[in-house]
């Protein structure tokens, strides 16, 4: 039994712990400007929250109206005891009940292999994105 559960957040709802985690994890420990962090279909798309058992958000994961999976924010203290995993299945598993075969998802070149122990396997040439270099990654579920 895990000590966090994965819900379903609502923007609305949810909010400021969701805007606390992805400030916490990309504005402020990997300088991603907030300019470039904030983006209009923020409010569109769809998340799931980490939360442990006294309702402290430990993680969030993002999905777009364009199904792509990202913005995947895990408190470092919290990082290596598989919220990362659990909050990434959530997606993959919310876009599935959509009917989806095919996900993919922007992937940091310091998590390639994260994502390649969750199935998914490398798609095109490295590119940068705020500044931090990416590979594009694919799964078939």
């Known amino acids: 039994m895990s000590d966090f559960q994965v819900h379903a957040a609502p923007w609305l709802q949810y909010r ?11 504005i402020e420990e990997l300088a991603i400007p907030a300019h470039l962090e904030w983006e209009e279909q923020d409010a569109r798309c769809t998340y799931f929250l980490a939360l442990t058992g006294h309702d402290k958000a430990i993680g969030c994961v993002r999905i ?7 913005r995947l924010a895990v408190l470092p203290q ?4 598989g919220v990362g995993s659990a909050l990434t299945r959530a997606g993959i598993n919310h876009l599935q009940g959509l009917g989806y075969t095919e996900l993919y998802i ?21 590119f940068f994105e705020a500044g931090i270099a990416h590979r594009k990654m694919r799964i078939r579920p």
């Open 16 to 26: 400021d712990q969701l805007s606390t985690l992805r400030r916490l994890v990309f």
């Open 64 to 70: 777009t109206p364009q199904a792509q999976i990202g």
């Open 78 to 81: 919290w990082r290596r005891r």
């Open 106 to 126: 922007n992937a940091q070149h310091s998590a390639i292999e994260f994502y390649l122990r969750l199935g998914f396997s490398l798609v095109g040439d490295e």
